[in-house]
Protein backbone atom coordinates (compact mmCIF):
# COMPACT_ATOMS: atom_id res chain seq x y z
CA UNK A 1 0.00 0.00 0.00
CA UNK A 2 1.29 3.14 -0.85
CA UNK A 3 1.02 4.76 3.20
CA UNK A 4 2.94 6.75 5.39
CA UNK A 5 3.19 6.17 9.16
CA UNK A 6 4.20 7.93 12.25
CA UNK A 7 6.11 6.90 14.99
CA UNK A 8 4.98 8.55 18.57
CA UNK A 9 7.87 9.74 21.09
CA UNK A 10 7.96 8.65 24.23
CA UNK A 11 8.10 11.22 27.11
CA UNK A 12 10.81 11.72 29.37
CA UNK A 13 11.06 14.18 32.22
CA UNK A 14 11.69 17.62 31.50
CA UNK A 15 14.66 18.67 33.26
CA UNK A 16 14.16 22.15 33.89
CA UNK A 17 11.35 20.83 36.51
CA UNK A 18 8.23 21.99 34.21
CA UNK A 19 5.70 20.12 36.83
CA UNK A 20 6.94 22.77 39.15
CA UNK A 21 4.53 25.20 37.24
CA UNK A 22 2.54 26.80 38.79
CA UNK A 23 0.07 26.47 36.12
CA UNK A 24 0.09 22.76 34.26
CA UNK A 25 -3.04 22.39 32.67
CA UNK A 26 -3.29 21.60 29.05
CA UNK A 27 -4.24 24.04 26.21
CA UNK A 28 -7.93 24.35 25.02
CA UNK A 29 -9.07 23.99 22.01
CA UNK A 30 -9.19 27.90 21.77
CA UNK A 31 -5.74 27.90 21.17
CA UNK A 32 -5.78 25.92 18.07
CA UNK A 33 -7.78 28.84 17.01
CA UNK A 34 -6.26 31.42 18.52
CA UNK A 35 -5.37 34.38 16.41
CA UNK A 36 -1.93 36.51 16.20
CA UNK A 37 -1.88 40.00 17.25
CA UNK A 38 -1.30 42.18 14.14
CA UNK A 39 2.46 42.40 16.25
CA UNK A 40 3.10 39.03 16.28
CA UNK A 41 4.51 37.79 12.65
CA UNK A 42 5.43 34.30 11.78
CA UNK A 43 8.98 34.04 11.52
CA UNK A 44 9.77 30.99 9.57
CA UNK A 45 10.80 27.79 11.08
CA UNK A 46 13.58 26.27 12.38
CA UNK A 47 14.92 22.92 10.72
CA UNK A 48 14.32 20.90 13.52
CA UNK A 49 11.68 21.07 16.12
CA UNK A 50 13.68 21.47 19.52
CA UNK A 51 13.20 23.08 23.03
CA UNK A 52 15.57 23.17 25.98
CA UNK A 53 18.24 24.60 23.18
CA UNK A 54 20.08 27.94 23.32
CA UNK A 55 19.56 30.88 20.78
CA UNK A 56 22.50 33.52 20.27
CA UNK A 57 22.49 36.84 18.58
CA UNK A 58 25.67 37.00 16.27
CA UNK A 59 27.79 39.58 15.18
CA UNK A 60 26.74 39.04 11.67
CA UNK A 61 22.87 39.45 12.43
CA UNK A 62 22.18 35.56 12.27
CA UNK A 63 21.28 33.58 15.55
CA UNK A 64 22.99 30.62 16.63
CA UNK A 65 20.55 27.59 17.64
CA UNK A 66 22.52 25.10 19.55
CA UNK A 67 20.72 21.47 20.85
CA UNK A 68 17.86 21.06 22.73
CA UNK A 69 16.22 18.18 21.57
CA UNK A 70 12.81 16.91 21.94
CA UNK A 71 11.04 14.49 24.70
CA UNK A 72 13.10 11.72 23.04
CA UNK A 73 16.36 12.58 23.08
CA UNK A 74 19.18 15.63 22.97
CA UNK A 75 20.56 17.46 19.75
CA UNK A 76 24.34 17.90 18.77
CA UNK A 77 22.82 19.83 15.95
CA UNK A 78 22.89 23.88 15.40
CA UNK A 79 21.54 26.16 12.86
CA UNK A 80 21.89 29.62 11.59
CA UNK A 81 18.80 31.19 11.26
CA UNK A 82 18.56 35.13 9.27
CA UNK A 83 16.17 37.23 10.73
CA UNK A 84 16.45 38.88 7.79
CA UNK A 85 15.03 36.48 5.75
CA UNK A 86 13.68 34.15 8.12
CA UNK A 87 15.11 31.55 6.81
CA UNK A 88 17.69 28.89 8.68
CA UNK A 89 20.64 26.45 7.51
CA UNK A 90 22.30 23.81 9.02
CA UNK A 91 25.48 24.91 11.21
CA UNK A 92 27.92 22.99 12.07
CA UNK A 93 27.38 20.11 14.53
CA UNK A 94 28.26 20.52 18.23
CA UNK A 95 30.75 17.97 19.32
CA UNK A 96 28.54 16.89 22.18
CA UNK A 97 24.79 16.28 22.07
CA UNK A 98 23.44 18.43 24.88
CA UNK A 99 19.97 20.54 26.58
CA UNK A 100 19.60 22.36 29.39
CA UNK A 101 23.16 24.13 28.86
CA UNK A 102 24.02 27.87 28.95
CA UNK A 103 25.78 29.84 26.00
CA UNK A 104 27.24 33.07 26.19
CA UNK A 105 28.91 35.44 23.62
CA UNK A 106 31.96 36.36 24.75
CA UNK A 107 33.85 39.35 23.70
CA UNK A 108 35.49 38.47 20.63
CA UNK A 109 32.41 37.03 18.86
CA UNK A 110 32.57 33.46 19.59
CA UNK A 111 29.93 31.42 22.00
CA UNK A 112 30.96 29.46 25.16
CA UNK A 113 28.46 26.28 25.91
CA UNK A 114 28.65 25.06 29.17
CA UNK A 115 27.19 21.36 30.53
CA UNK A 116 23.82 20.41 29.95
CA UNK A 117 22.47 16.67 30.06
CA UNK A 118 22.14 14.64 27.42
CA UNK A 119 22.05 10.63 28.67
CA UNK A 120 23.76 12.23 31.27
CA UNK A 121 25.17 15.48 33.24
CA UNK A 122 27.97 16.71 31.42
CA UNK A 123 31.27 18.66 32.66
CA UNK A 124 32.21 19.34 29.04
CA UNK A 125 32.40 22.66 27.53
CA UNK A 126 32.82 23.94 23.87
CA UNK A 127 33.40 27.38 21.47
CA UNK A 128 31.90 28.19 18.31
CA UNK A 129 34.07 30.22 16.11
CA UNK A 130 31.56 32.51 13.67
CA UNK A 131 34.49 33.18 11.39
CA UNK A 132 35.44 29.48 10.74
CA UNK A 133 31.99 28.32 11.29
CA UNK A 134 33.80 25.24 13.49
CA UNK A 135 33.33 23.75 17.12
CA UNK A 136 36.26 23.17 19.12
CA UNK A 137 36.39 21.54 22.61
CA UNK A 138 36.98 24.08 25.91
CA UNK A 139 38.32 23.52 29.20
CA UNK A 140 35.62 21.03 31.09
CA UNK A 141 33.82 22.75 34.01
CA UNK A 142 35.09 21.10 36.92
CA UNK A 143 31.84 19.65 37.93
CA UNK A 144 28.91 18.08 36.12
CA UNK A 145 26.18 21.15 35.76
CA UNK A 146 22.54 21.94 34.58
CA UNK A 147 20.46 24.21 35.63
CA UNK A 148 23.56 26.81 36.14
CA UNK A 149 23.76 30.00 35.36
CA UNK A 150 26.70 31.95 32.94
CA UNK A 151 27.25 35.46 33.61
CA UNK A 152 29.47 37.71 31.32
CA UNK A 153 31.86 39.54 33.10
CA UNK A 154 32.85 43.01 32.14
CA UNK A 155 36.91 41.91 31.53
CA UNK A 156 35.33 38.98 29.18
CA UNK A 157 35.56 36.23 32.03
CA UNK A 158 32.28 34.31 32.49
CA UNK A 159 31.17 33.42 36.04
CA UNK A 160 28.96 29.63 36.47
CA UNK A 161 27.16 29.51 39.13
CA UNK A 162 24.11 27.37 41.05
CA UNK A 163 23.07 24.23 39.17
CA UNK A 164 21.78 20.18 39.56
CA UNK A 165 22.01 18.87 43.17
CA UNK A 166 21.78 22.29 44.33
CA UNK A 167 25.82 22.77 44.08
CA UNK A 168 27.61 25.77 46.17
CA UNK A 169 30.89 25.92 44.09
CA UNK A 170 31.59 28.51 41.45
CA UNK A 171 33.85 28.89 38.51
CA UNK A 172 34.83 31.65 36.30
CA UNK A 173 36.53 30.70 32.91
CA UNK A 174 38.82 33.23 31.43
CA UNK A 175 38.78 32.61 27.30
CA UNK A 176 42.09 34.26 26.86
CA UNK A 177 43.71 30.73 28.48
CA UNK A 178 40.74 28.40 28.31
CA UNK A 179 40.93 27.86 32.17
CA UNK A 180 38.36 28.04 34.86
CA UNK A 181 38.91 28.52 38.03
CA UNK A 182 37.13 28.24 41.70
CA UNK A 183 35.59 31.31 42.93
CA UNK A 184 33.87 32.06 46.14
CA UNK A 185 30.52 29.76 47.43
CA UNK A 186 27.13 30.26 47.51
CA UNK A 187 25.84 30.53 50.59
CA UNK A 188 23.17 28.54 49.78
CA UNK A 189 22.51 26.58 47.09
CA UNK A 190 20.08 27.22 43.81
CA UNK A 191 19.38 25.73 40.56
CA UNK A 192 17.21 27.60 38.05
CA UNK A 193 18.43 30.72 39.29
CA UNK A 194 18.10 34.06 37.41
CA UNK A 195 21.42 36.32 37.23
CA UNK A 196 22.08 39.47 35.86
CA UNK A 197 25.27 41.77 35.95
CA UNK A 198 24.87 45.10 37.61
CA UNK A 199 25.97 48.07 36.78
CA UNK A 200 29.19 48.02 39.23
CA UNK A 201 30.11 44.94 37.93
CA UNK A 202 29.20 42.95 40.37
CA UNK A 203 26.67 39.80 39.65
CA UNK A 204 23.27 39.17 41.57
CA UNK A 205 21.56 35.73 41.36
CA UNK A 206 18.32 35.12 42.61
CA UNK A 207 15.40 32.39 43.10
CA UNK A 208 15.08 28.99 41.78
CA UNK A 209 15.35 25.03 43.62
CA UNK A 210 17.03 24.67 46.46
CA UNK A 211 17.14 21.14 48.82
CA UNK A 212 14.17 22.22 50.48
CA UNK A 213 12.27 24.30 47.89
CA UNK A 214 11.45 24.94 43.93
CA UNK A 215 10.88 28.58 44.45
CA UNK A 216 13.08 30.05 46.92
CA UNK A 217 13.45 33.73 46.96
CA UNK A 218 16.86 33.40 48.03
CA UNK A 219 19.16 36.26 46.65
CA UNK A 220 23.31 36.58 46.74
CA UNK A 221 25.49 38.60 45.17
CA UNK A 222 29.11 38.43 43.69
CA UNK A 223 31.69 40.66 43.77
CA UNK A 224 34.64 40.19 41.28
CA UNK A 225 37.02 42.49 43.56
CA UNK A 226 36.52 39.83 46.09
CA UNK A 227 35.20 36.91 44.55
CA UNK A 228 33.59 36.55 47.24
CA UNK A 229 29.33 35.95 47.65
CA UNK A 230 26.97 38.14 50.20
CA UNK A 231 23.50 37.02 51.18
CA UNK A 232 21.26 39.74 50.34
CA UNK A 233 17.43 40.91 51.12
CA UNK A 234 15.25 38.18 49.95
CA UNK A 235 12.56 38.75 47.58
CA UNK A 236 9.27 39.11 48.53
CA UNK A 237 8.04 35.96 46.26
CA UNK A 238 9.85 32.54 45.58
CA UNK A 239 10.68 32.11 41.83
CA UNK A 240 11.72 29.24 39.68
CA UNK A 241 11.60 30.10 35.55
CA UNK A 242 12.01 33.44 35.96
CA UNK A 243 14.63 35.98 34.75
CA UNK A 244 16.02 39.15 35.58
CA UNK A 245 16.82 42.45 33.78
CA UNK A 246 19.22 45.45 34.36
CA UNK A 247 17.16 48.75 34.19
CA UNK A 248 19.14 51.82 32.76
CA UNK A 249 18.60 53.47 36.26
CA UNK A 250 20.39 50.34 37.85
CA UNK A 251 18.12 48.42 39.34
CA UNK A 252 16.88 44.97 38.28
CA UNK A 253 13.76 43.50 37.58
CA UNK A 254 12.81 40.12 38.35
CA UNK A 255 9.84 39.09 36.70
CA UNK A 256 8.04 35.27 35.95
CA UNK A 257 6.53 32.24 38.11
CA UNK A 258 3.96 34.81 39.39
CA UNK A 259 1.93 37.99 38.24
CA UNK A 260 3.89 40.39 40.60
CA UNK A 261 7.23 41.94 39.38
CA UNK A 262 9.77 43.24 41.62
CA UNK A 263 12.51 45.56 41.71
CA UNK A 264 16.09 44.94 43.32
CA UNK A 265 18.06 48.18 44.48
CA UNK A 266 21.60 47.88 44.97
CA UNK A 267 22.20 51.00 46.59
CA UNK A 268 19.41 50.43 49.10
CA UNK A 269 19.55 46.37 48.75
CA UNK A 270 15.73 46.06 49.22
CA UNK A 271 13.15 44.38 46.58
CA UNK A 272 9.85 46.33 46.04
CA UNK A 273 6.43 45.22 44.10
CA UNK A 274 6.19 46.91 40.94
CA UNK A 275 3.77 46.31 38.16
CA UNK A 276 1.81 43.01 37.58
CA UNK A 277 1.81 40.90 34.02
CA UNK A 278 -1.74 40.25 33.39
CA UNK A 279 -1.17 36.58 32.80
CA UNK A 280 1.49 34.96 34.85
CA UNK A 281 4.34 33.41 32.61
CA UNK A 282 6.75 30.27 33.80
CA UNK A 283 10.11 29.29 31.82
CA UNK A 284 9.69 32.12 29.39
CA UNK A 285 12.53 34.43 28.97
CA UNK A 286 12.01 37.75 29.48
CA UNK A 287 14.70 40.43 26.96
CA UNK A 288 15.72 43.41 27.35
CA UNK A 289 14.86 45.55 23.66
CA UNK A 290 17.44 48.42 22.62
CA UNK A 291 14.92 51.10 23.71
CA UNK A 292 15.11 49.66 27.50
CA UNK A 293 11.80 47.98 27.63
CA UNK A 294 11.23 44.63 28.68
CA UNK A 295 9.46 41.74 26.68
CA UNK A 296 8.29 38.12 27.22
CA UNK A 297 5.44 36.32 25.86
CA UNK A 298 4.12 32.75 26.34
CA UNK A 299 5.44 30.32 29.46
CA UNK A 300 2.71 27.90 30.56
CA UNK A 301 0.55 26.12 28.48
CA UNK A 302 -2.50 28.04 28.45
CA UNK A 303 -0.43 31.52 28.02
CA UNK A 304 -0.55 33.74 24.62
CA UNK A 305 -0.15 36.75 26.21
CA UNK A 306 2.88 39.14 24.81
CA UNK A 307 3.74 41.72 27.32
CA UNK A 308 5.73 44.66 27.61
CA UNK A 309 7.83 46.35 30.97
CA UNK A 310 7.84 50.22 30.85
CA UNK A 311 10.71 51.55 33.64
CA UNK A 312 9.48 54.79 33.06
CA UNK A 313 6.08 53.84 34.06
CA UNK A 314 7.11 50.76 36.22
CA UNK A 315 3.82 49.34 34.46
CA UNK A 316 3.30 46.32 32.11
CA UNK A 317 1.11 46.55 28.92
CA UNK A 318 -0.27 43.07 26.45
CA UNK A 319 0.66 44.22 23.73
CA UNK A 320 0.40 41.18 20.87
CA UNK A 321 -0.94 37.57 20.90
CA UNK A 322 1.39 34.28 20.08
CA UNK A 323 -0.72 32.01 17.61
CA UNK A 324 1.50 29.32 19.00
CA UNK A 325 1.18 28.36 23.20
CA UNK A 326 5.01 27.32 24.14
CA UNK A 327 7.48 27.04 27.34
CA UNK A 328 11.06 27.25 27.18
CA UNK A 329 11.29 29.20 24.43
CA UNK A 330 14.70 31.54 23.72
CA UNK A 331 14.06 34.80 23.06
CA UNK A 332 16.11 37.18 21.58
CA UNK A 333 15.94 40.85 21.12
CA UNK A 334 17.68 42.34 17.99
CA UNK A 335 18.93 45.58 17.70
CA UNK A 336 15.64 46.75 15.44
CA UNK A 337 13.65 46.69 17.89
CA UNK A 338 12.16 42.90 16.99
CA UNK A 339 11.81 39.84 19.23
CA UNK A 340 11.98 36.33 18.29
CA UNK A 341 10.38 33.31 20.02
CA UNK A 342 12.02 30.58 18.63
CA UNK A 343 10.73 26.97 19.03
CA UNK A 344 9.99 25.59 22.57
CA UNK A 345 7.81 22.76 23.72
CA UNK A 346 4.07 22.42 23.86
CA UNK A 347 1.52 19.58 24.27
CA UNK A 348 -0.27 18.45 21.30
CA UNK A 349 -4.31 17.53 21.32
CA UNK A 350 -3.48 14.01 22.38
CA UNK A 351 -1.85 15.40 25.49
CA UNK A 352 1.74 14.38 24.62
CA UNK A 353 4.30 17.05 25.01
CA UNK A 354 5.91 17.44 21.59
CA UNK A 355 8.89 20.34 20.52
CA UNK A 356 8.37 23.02 18.52
CA UNK A 357 9.94 24.39 15.01
CA UNK A 358 7.97 27.19 14.36
CA UNK A 359 9.54 30.64 15.35
CA UNK A 360 7.30 34.17 15.98
CA UNK A 361 8.22 37.63 16.00
CA UNK A 362 7.11 40.97 17.72
CA UNK A 363 7.58 43.62 15.75
CA UNK A 364 6.12 46.91 17.02
CA UNK A 365 7.75 49.04 14.30
CA UNK A 366 5.48 50.70 12.01
CA UNK A 367 8.70 52.03 9.42
CA UNK A 368 8.95 48.24 8.14
CA UNK A 369 7.89 48.47 4.53
CA UNK A 370 7.60 44.98 3.49
CA UNK A 371 9.34 44.30 0.10
CA UNK A 372 6.93 42.74 -2.72
CA UNK A 373 7.57 39.73 -4.58
CA UNK A 374 7.97 41.88 -8.16
CA UNK A 375 10.83 43.99 -6.09
CA UNK A 376 12.83 40.91 -5.27
CA UNK A 377 11.98 39.28 -9.09
CA UNK A 378 10.23 36.41 -7.68
CA UNK A 379 7.53 34.54 -9.24
CA UNK A 380 6.49 31.68 -7.37
CA UNK A 381 7.02 30.02 -3.97
CA UNK A 382 7.25 31.79 -0.46
CA UNK A 383 9.73 34.38 0.64
CA UNK A 384 10.13 36.81 3.59
CA UNK A 385 8.65 40.05 3.48
CA UNK A 386 11.89 41.64 5.12
CA UNK A 387 9.34 42.64 8.15
CA UNK A 388 8.92 39.17 9.65
CA UNK A 389 6.08 38.25 7.36
CA UNK A 390 5.78 35.88 4.43
CA UNK A 391 4.99 36.87 0.47
CA UNK A 392 3.44 33.92 -1.30
CA UNK A 393 4.12 34.77 -4.97
CA UNK A 394 2.50 32.92 -6.75
CA UNK A 395 2.33 29.53 -8.80
CA UNK A 396 4.62 27.95 -11.85
CA UNK A 397 2.27 27.61 -15.09
CA UNK A 398 1.67 23.68 -16.99
CA UNK A 399 5.23 22.86 -17.94
CA UNK A 400 7.53 24.87 -15.50
CA UNK A 401 8.54 24.60 -11.67
CA UNK A 402 9.57 26.17 -8.87
CA UNK A 403 13.33 26.86 -8.61
CA UNK A 404 15.17 26.88 -5.48
CA UNK A 405 15.48 30.68 -5.83
CA UNK A 406 11.84 31.01 -6.41
CA UNK A 407 11.83 31.50 -10.40
CA UNK A 408 10.10 29.54 -12.91
CA UNK A 409 11.78 27.61 -15.01
CA UNK A 410 10.73 24.94 -17.31
CA UNK A 411 10.66 21.81 -16.21
CA UNK A 412 12.43 18.45 -17.41
CA UNK A 413 11.83 14.73 -17.23
CA UNK A 414 14.78 13.11 -15.48
CA UNK A 415 13.77 9.18 -17.29
CA UNK A 416 11.26 8.32 -19.99
CA UNK A 417 8.04 7.66 -18.84
CA UNK A 418 7.92 3.88 -20.35
CA UNK A 419 10.58 3.28 -17.86
CA UNK A 420 10.17 2.53 -14.21
CA UNK A 421 12.39 4.80 -12.41
CA UNK A 422 12.22 7.71 -9.70
CA UNK A 423 9.34 9.52 -9.20
CA UNK A 424 8.79 12.31 -12.19
CA UNK A 425 7.63 16.24 -12.33
CA UNK A 426 4.14 16.17 -12.70
CA UNK A 427 4.82 19.77 -15.39
CA UNK A 428 7.58 18.09 -17.58
CA UNK A 429 5.46 16.67 -20.18
CA UNK A 430 1.71 16.38 -20.84
CA UNK A 431 2.03 12.63 -20.40
CA UNK A 432 3.18 13.15 -16.50
CA UNK A 433 0.50 15.46 -16.18
CA UNK A 434 -2.19 13.26 -17.09
CA UNK A 435 -0.77 10.29 -15.24
CA UNK A 436 -0.37 12.01 -11.80
CA UNK A 437 -3.61 13.96 -11.71
CA UNK A 438 -4.87 10.52 -11.61
CA UNK A 439 -1.90 8.71 -9.26
CA UNK A 440 -0.71 11.33 -7.70
CA UNK A 441 2.19 8.53 -6.02
CA UNK A 442 4.34 8.38 -9.61
CA UNK A 443 4.93 12.04 -9.01
CA UNK A 444 5.51 11.92 -5.12
CA UNK A 445 7.35 8.57 -4.15
CA UNK A 446 8.44 6.59 -7.61
CA UNK A 447 7.54 6.28 -11.28
CA UNK A 448 7.34 2.15 -10.69
CA UNK A 449 5.35 -0.18 -13.10
CA UNK A 450 2.17 0.96 -12.45
CA UNK A 451 2.70 4.33 -14.11
CA UNK A 452 4.66 3.15 -16.70
CA UNK A 453 1.04 1.21 -17.53
CA UNK A 454 -0.54 4.10 -16.77
CA UNK A 455 1.43 6.43 -19.11
CA UNK A 456 0.75 3.33 -21.98
CA UNK A 457 -3.14 3.69 -21.95
CA UNK A 458 -3.75 7.11 -21.45
CA UNK A 459 -1.01 8.83 -23.13
CA UNK A 460 -0.81 8.84 -26.80
CA UNK A 461 2.72 6.96 -27.47
CA UNK A 462 4.64 7.35 -30.79
CA UNK A 463 6.87 3.78 -31.28
CA UNK A 464 9.70 2.89 -31.52
CA UNK A 465 11.57 4.73 -28.04
CA UNK A 466 8.21 5.24 -26.67
CA UNK A 467 8.59 8.63 -26.68
CA UNK A 468 5.55 11.15 -25.66
CA UNK A 469 3.44 12.47 -28.98
CA UNK A 470 3.07 16.01 -28.09
Known sequence: MRTSSWMSLAVVPLLLCLACSPESELPGEELASSQSSALVVSGGSLLSARYQHTATLLANGKVLVAGGGTPSGSYATTELYDPATATSSSGPSMLTARRGHTATRLQDGSVLVVGGINSSVLSSAERYD??????????????????????????????????????????????????WAATGSLNAGMMGQAAVLLADGRVLVAGGGNSTTSSSNHAEVWSPTTGTWTTVASMNTGRNGHTLQLLANGKALVTGYVTAAELYDPATNTWTNTGATAVQHFSAPSVTRPDGTILMAGGSYNTLQVELFSPATSTWSTVGTLTQSRVEHPTVALPNGRVLFLGGTTYNAQGNMQALASIEVFDASPSCTPTTCAVQGKTCGTISDGCGGTLTCGTCGAGQVCASNNVCTAASCTHNVCTTGSSLNKDCNSCTYSVCNRDPYCCTTSWDSICVNEATSWCVIAQPGCVVSQ
Open 130 to 179: PATNTWSAAAPLPRISYGHSATLLPDGRVLVAGGVSYVTTTYVYTPSTNT
